[in-house]
């Protein structure tokens, strides 16, 4: 075993396995003429030296680097997920993944970063990129894949069905008797968070409540958006008796600001949130959720991006998976009602 301070080069590694520096070269970009027993030398110099062709040098010389990146703008806990699922897909594919996000965890959100991040990443380093709730619509030489797009987006996209799992939800709170239900909704630009509002509005209009636009906050998804507009509804003169959040973020915010102002949950509100990321079951109560399945999330998006890339994709542009209403203790029926 060979011991080398720098990084090993192809020289290095044609030095333990006896070979020429051609020889190497001819190994590690797959050109034909080399002998197995040869090749095998090669390789396991490589792996005893720890060798790594430089990316950019390996993209100048062939069409393709068999990395893919993946662009979000913060890491949290849906972040989390997503990778995970997208990490699993890639697992034995031939196909490494890279991460760029900016370095403060929620921070400003400045319109225009994922534009950034993927020109940097795009074509040199990277043969493609999932772009994880970006601000618009983004615009590659390489193909794009995002996880929650922007509303009107035609670009390739992984999305849960938001609609459905939002109309879940309320039905839910209705059936255990709230009339008052109180929403936090997300980013307006993004068709997940326009979905999630559209099935609110759908679950009370179709049970012939009003909708009463002062019961709805419009945050953005960040988390701390949240505080304000859920002190603002509990202090209400007609505070609403249940409260859905578009995440789960919010949602475990809108818990916080109650414990603050002395409600009980579920027995004075009842809150509901969405994403089911790990914190919603550590809650006290634990919250009550609609999955979105962000593993899988990240699952399909690298699996389409792969495919993208080799020109094997016959799937749709946009792909939707369900979602699931997850029960916990954070719903009751408000007081001194009946469950319908």
Known sequence: MIEVNAPATMSDVARVAGVSTATVSRVVNGH?????????????????????????????RRSRTNVLGLVTHSFQSYTAEVLKGAMKALSRSGFDLIIYANSDLYGSYSEGWEKRHVARLSGTLTDGCIVVTPWGEVQSRTPIVAIDPVRGSTAHSVTADNLAGATTAVEHLLGLGHRRIGFIAGRASLAAAWSREEGYRAALTDAGIPVDPTLIGEGDFNPESATPLARALLQRADPPTAIFAASDGMALKVLEVAAELGLAVPGDLSVVGFDNIPESALTLPALTTVDQSMYQLGYEAARMLKSLVTGEWEGPRQVVLPTELVVRGSCAPPRGATRT
Do not use: M
């Open 32 to 60: 034909y003429g080399v002998s197995a027993r040869t090749i095998a030398q090669v390789r396991l110099a490589i792996d005893q030296l720890g060798y790594e062709s430089s990316l950019v040098a390996t993209s100048l």
